[in-house]
Protein backbone atom coordinates (compact mmCIF):
# COMPACT_ATOMS: atom_id res chain seq x y z
CA UNK A 1 0.00 0.00 0.00
CA UNK A 2 1.14 3.27 -0.81
CA UNK A 3 2.44 5.78 2.28
CA UNK A 4 1.58 9.27 0.27
CA UNK A 5 0.65 11.51 3.48
CA UNK A 6 3.85 9.92 5.19
CA UNK A 7 5.32 12.23 2.49
CA UNK A 8 4.31 15.10 2.89
CA UNK A 9 5.86 18.01 4.97
CA UNK A 10 4.88 22.02 4.99
CA UNK A 11 7.74 22.78 2.39
CA UNK A 12 6.27 20.04 0.22
CA UNK A 13 2.42 21.23 0.81
CA UNK A 14 3.66 24.78 -0.01
CA UNK A 15 5.32 23.36 -3.31
CA UNK A 16 2.13 21.59 -4.36
CA UNK A 17 0.42 24.72 -3.80
CA UNK A 18 2.63 26.41 -5.97
CA UNK A 19 2.35 23.63 -8.79
CA UNK A 20 -1.37 23.89 -9.00
CA UNK A 21 -1.68 27.53 -9.17
CA UNK A 22 0.91 26.84 -12.29
CA UNK A 23 -1.21 24.49 -13.74
CA UNK A 24 0.99 21.29 -13.35
CA UNK A 25 -1.86 19.46 -12.31
CA UNK A 26 -4.48 20.17 -14.82
CA UNK A 27 -8.20 19.75 -12.94
CA UNK A 28 -6.86 19.74 -9.85
CA UNK A 29 -7.79 22.04 -6.61
CA UNK A 30 -5.15 21.52 -3.63
CA UNK A 31 -8.37 20.31 -1.46
CA UNK A 32 -8.76 17.16 -3.49
CA UNK A 33 -4.78 17.05 -4.24
CA UNK A 34 -4.73 17.07 -0.26
CA UNK A 35 -7.55 14.79 0.20
CA UNK A 36 -6.14 12.44 -2.47
CA UNK A 37 -2.48 12.36 -0.61
CA UNK A 38 -4.08 11.85 3.10
CA UNK A 39 -6.05 8.73 2.25
CA UNK A 40 -3.19 7.13 0.50
CA UNK A 41 -4.30 7.56 -3.00
CA UNK A 42 -7.58 6.86 -3.00
CA UNK A 43 -9.25 9.20 -6.04
CA UNK A 44 -11.86 11.54 -3.79
CA UNK A 45 -14.53 11.39 -6.21
CA UNK A 46 -15.37 10.40 -10.02
CA UNK A 47 -14.98 12.78 -12.95
CA UNK A 48 -11.45 14.33 -11.93
CA UNK A 49 -8.37 14.04 -14.03
CA UNK A 50 -6.68 10.86 -13.17
CA UNK A 51 -3.68 11.36 -15.40
CA UNK A 52 -3.34 14.60 -12.95
CA UNK A 53 -3.25 12.99 -10.06
CA UNK A 54 -1.22 9.62 -10.94
CA UNK A 55 1.15 12.92 -12.27
CA UNK A 56 0.57 14.59 -8.88
CA UNK A 57 2.03 11.18 -7.46
CA UNK A 58 5.05 10.80 -9.11
CA UNK A 59 5.37 14.50 -8.37
CA UNK A 60 5.22 13.40 -4.76
CA UNK A 61 7.30 10.75 -4.51
CA UNK A 62 9.99 12.16 -6.11
CA UNK A 63 9.84 15.62 -3.84
CA UNK A 64 9.78 13.40 -0.65
CA UNK A 65 12.88 11.20 -1.79
CA UNK A 66 14.73 14.17 -1.61
CA UNK A 67 13.80 15.92 1.15
CA UNK A 68 13.01 12.79 3.74
CA UNK A 69 9.99 10.85 5.51
CA UNK A 70 9.56 11.91 8.69
CA UNK A 71 8.66 9.67 11.43
CA UNK A 72 8.91 10.47 15.15
CA UNK A 73 10.65 8.91 17.53
CA UNK A 74 8.13 6.94 18.32
CA UNK A 75 6.59 5.75 15.40
CA UNK A 76 10.29 4.64 15.26
CA UNK A 77 9.90 2.36 18.23
CA UNK A 78 6.51 1.44 16.71
CA UNK A 79 7.11 0.78 13.29
CA UNK A 80 10.91 0.08 12.68
CA UNK A 81 10.01 -2.73 9.40
CA UNK A 82 8.11 -0.42 7.86
CA UNK A 83 10.95 2.53 8.20
CA UNK A 84 13.84 0.44 7.18
CA UNK A 85 11.99 -0.50 4.45
CA UNK A 86 11.81 2.94 3.15
CA UNK A 87 15.20 3.67 3.75
CA UNK A 88 16.12 0.12 1.08
CA UNK A 89 13.17 1.78 -1.52
CA UNK A 90 15.89 4.40 -1.28
CA UNK A 91 14.42 7.50 0.87
CA UNK A 92 15.89 9.29 3.66
CA UNK A 93 14.27 8.92 6.97
CA UNK A 94 13.89 12.06 9.29
CA UNK A 95 13.39 11.21 12.77
CA UNK A 96 11.91 13.89 15.00
CA UNK A 97 11.69 14.20 18.49
CA UNK A 98 8.91 16.67 19.90
CA UNK A 99 8.93 18.07 16.53
CA UNK A 100 12.87 18.64 16.18
CA UNK A 101 14.95 16.77 13.64
CA UNK A 102 16.92 14.41 15.50
CA UNK A 103 18.41 12.10 12.90
CA UNK A 104 18.07 11.52 8.88
CA UNK A 105 18.45 7.64 7.51
CA UNK A 106 20.04 7.52 4.64
CA UNK A 107 20.32 4.44 2.26
CA UNK A 108 24.23 3.56 1.22
CA UNK A 109 24.84 3.75 -2.11
CA UNK A 110 26.03 0.69 -4.16
Not at 15 to 38: C, D, N
Amino acid sequence: MKNLSKCLTPKLMEALGEKIRAGAFPGLRFESAMQFILTNGILPEDGLPVQSFLKLEDWLISESKKSGIRYSATELKNKTGEILEQVLKGNVVELHKHGRLIARITPVEG
